[in-house]
Nanobody, 123 residues
């Protein structure tokens, strides 16, 4: 089993930045990729970004390309989502997920999910 805990959400003004963290524990060795998804109010959960655990191969949704970045600290078993130039459309609950597959955009590719962290961007 793998446990994931997100942190770093909060309220930020449009144009601002936030960094989310996803700390993994448990059978971390089974993780090949970590993904970030978000659920905006009244909408379905959508893919945001993903990274492999080992070599840092990344994927981003078109809506966040050039604004968001992923980094990882393998020693801390933590993946970060740096979010810049935030706008109101980025308001959502952000979830991290981990799985044994590659950095897929599909929710079904991840076996473990965190509880989510709220990001609110005020305009």
């Amino acid at each position: 089993q793998v446990q994931l805990v997100e942190s770093g959400g909060g309220l930020v003004q449009a144009g601002g930045s936030l960094r989310l963290s996803c700390a993994a524990s448990g059978r971390v060795i089974s993780i090949n990729a970590v993904g970030w998804f978000r659920r905006a109010p009244g909408k379905e959960r959508k893919f945001v970004a993903a990274s492999t655990w080992s070599d840092g191969t990344v994927r981003f949704a078109d809506s966040v390309k050039g604004r968001f970045a992923i980094s990882r600290d393998n020693a801390k078993n933590t993946v970060y989502l740096q979010m810049n130039s935030l706008n109101a459309e980025d308001t959502a609950i952000y979830y991290c997920a981990a799985g044994s597959l590659g950095p897929t955009i599909l929710e079904s590719g991840y076996n473990y999910w965190g509880q989510g962290t709220q990001v609110t961007v005020s305009s």
